[in-house]
């Protein structure tokens, strides 16, 4: 059986990597496009692309999936499987090429937290259990049939590069079990409204307004949406008129005394803001201009 991989971050390459492992054979590769990045805005390539070249792999990067000659270099691949892993949606044409079909991994336990980014909202949400999902592509994003899950717990310090780090190793092991149980036709579908909780929570796409922090809420919920947003795309307030990214935090429950949003602070050890019912305590941030640090280097070099 020959599959072709789509996909473009690092989340990806572990995936890639174990289906090489397994002795799968790759026909291609499909990734993003190379794109200006940086102060030198240098043409930088996609983490699969690189791992995919490094191996010797045929790697193709469609600007646009519908491009006919970007499909008729996928048709000639003769795969008989594509296997996309964080990659973008794909056109129909394109997703019902292959005779097996074209499977997706997913980083959330379908059907629920369908979307964008499954592992920030898991968090956010306060969820105690997580996992990863293969399943059959349909029309309708992440709504196909279920092939196979695994699902992991959710630490209570647990942050959204921790959990993305876990999930990858475990959704790559997922991977590989699903492609040769296909290959073996050895598997059994399962229709996703037959695991359909009355209440399904979505994972869209995170912008900026989203990410700045409300103080005006109880103390687990901040705690969870700065972890939720770490290291990336980050939790921020604002301090001095300027934003103040929030990396690592830490909770005090006790009663706040002041305003929620306003701050306290010894000027040299600690900075926490008021919430509801406590203060969150932040330990790893980067001011607005400046490199990230440590509160107790921020505090020396800062007039509060």
């Known amino acids: 059986m020959k599959i072709v ?9 572990a995936s ?3 289906l090489l492992q397994a002795g799968i054979e790759i026909a291609g590769v499909v990734t993003a496009a190379d794109k200006p990045a940086g102060r030198g805005q240098k043409l930088q390539e996609s983490a699969v692309k690189k791992y995919a070249v490094a191996q010797g792999l045929k790697v193709l990067q469609p600007l646009k999936l519908k491009d006919p000659v970007f499909v008729e270099a996928l048709r000639s691949l003769e795969a008989d499987l594509f296997v996309v892993v964080a990659f973008r949606m794909l056109p129909e044409l394109v997703w019902q090429m292959p005779k097996m079909g074209t499977i997706n991994l997913h980083g959330s336990l379908l059907p629920q937290y369908r979307g964008a980014a499954p592992i920030n909202h898991v968090i956010i949400n306060g969820e105690k259990e997580t996992g990863v999902t293969t399943f059959f592509l349909k029309q309708e994003i992440d709504t196909g049939d279920i092939i196979f899950s695994d699902s992991i717990a959710i630490q209570d310090s647990e942050t959204a590069g921790s959990l993305h780090d876990k999930l990858m190793v475990v959704g790559a ?6 492609v040769k149980a296909i290959e073996a036709n050895d598997y059994h579908e399962v229709p996703q409204s037959q695991s359909a909780s009355d209440e399904l929570k979505s994972a869209p796409k995170i912008f900026k307004d989203f990410c700045k922090v409300n103080w005006n809420q109880k103390n687990q919920i901040v705690y969870n949406h700065i972890r939720g947003l770490s290291p990336y795309p980050t939790a921020f307030t604002t301090l001095n008129d300027k934003n103040l990214k929030i990396f690592k935090a830490e909770m005090e429950n006790k009663e706040p005394g002041i305003s929620t949003g306003a701050f306290l602070s010894d000027g040299k050890t600690y900075l926490k803001f008021a919430t509801q019912d406590g203060f969150i305590k932040i330990t790893d941030l980067q001011f607005e201009g400046k490199k990230r640090m440590l509160v107790e280097e921020f505090l020396r070099g800062m007039r509060l």
């Open 16 to 18: 890639l990597s174990a």
């Open 5 to 13: 991989f789509m996909g473009t971050p690092d989340f990806a390459v």
């Open 173 to 178: 092991n997922l991977l590989v079990k699903t």
